[in-house]
T-cell receptor
């Protein structure tokens, strides 16, 4: 049972480049989330989804887009990367609206 | 806007000590208070959680104390071990249709042998 899988684990981008972070879960969870983790700032919610085909903005959505075309996948896109988006990104999922989130192992992104 | 304030930022205790991590919240609509544990290179994992209808919850060596009137809650780790060295996050959420968690800024705990 893989749980929540994120790819890639590491990535370096130049300012202005685009990329997509992939998240897949095999627990049949309805809810999925994208967080960023920065030193001294905890985990901040970027976007989330309460079901296939739905997405919503979180606390820090600017500069990011998401898509949930399949229930098991949640994609996070950066259209034009900026140095301020250097961070560790975590995907998570949960059963229904429970507060018990299952996190992936993270993607470390550096934007130069 | 920091809705959940966590302290201290870092903590060092000796093996067997009882580290205490504190969190305070402002939103009285919050009704679910989990703690997450994160080891280096890993994602956070749910450790223990409490709802405001009880003042204390224990799971093994981990205890949450909750003070509703003060809007504060804390994590105590009894008989701490070097394997407990990790970053701990408190969080809170309310009944808004689903549990959208707000996290504290984290506490890096080091338990020395």
């Amino acid at each position: 049972n893989a749980g929540v899988t994120q790819t890639p684990k590491f990535r370096v981008l130049k300012t202005g480049q685009s990329m997509t972070l992939l998240c897949a879960q095999d627990m049949n969870h309805e809810y999925m989330y994208w967080y960023r983790q920065d030193p001294g700032m905890g985990l901040r919610l970027i976007h989330y989804s309460v079901g296939e085909g739905t997405t919503a903005k979180g606390e820090v959505p600017d500069g990011y887009n998401v898509s949930r075309l399949k229930k098991q996948n949640f994609l996070l896109g950066l259209e034009s990367a900026a140095p301020s988006q250097t961070s560790v990104y975590f995907c998570a999922s949960s059963y229904g609206g429970s507060g018990k989130l299952f996190f992936g192992s993270g993607t470390q992104l550096s934007v130069l | 806007q920091q809705q959940v304030k966590q302290s201290p930022q870092s903590l060092i205790v000796q093996k067997g000590g009882i580290p205490i991590i504190n969190c305070a919240y402002e939103n009285t609509a919050f009704d679910y208070f989990p703690w997450y544990q994160q080891f280096p290179g890993k994602g956070p994992a749910l450790l223990i959680a409490i709802r405001p209808d009880v003042s204390e919850k224990k799971e093994g060596r981990f205890t949450i104390s909750f003070n509703k009137s003060a809007k504060q809650f804390s994590l105590h780790i009894m008989d701490s071990q070097p394997g407990d060295s990790a970053t701990y996050f408190c969080a809170a959420s309310g009944d808004t249709g689903f549990q959208k968690l707000v996290f504290g800024t984290g506490t890096r705990l080091l338990v020395s042998p």
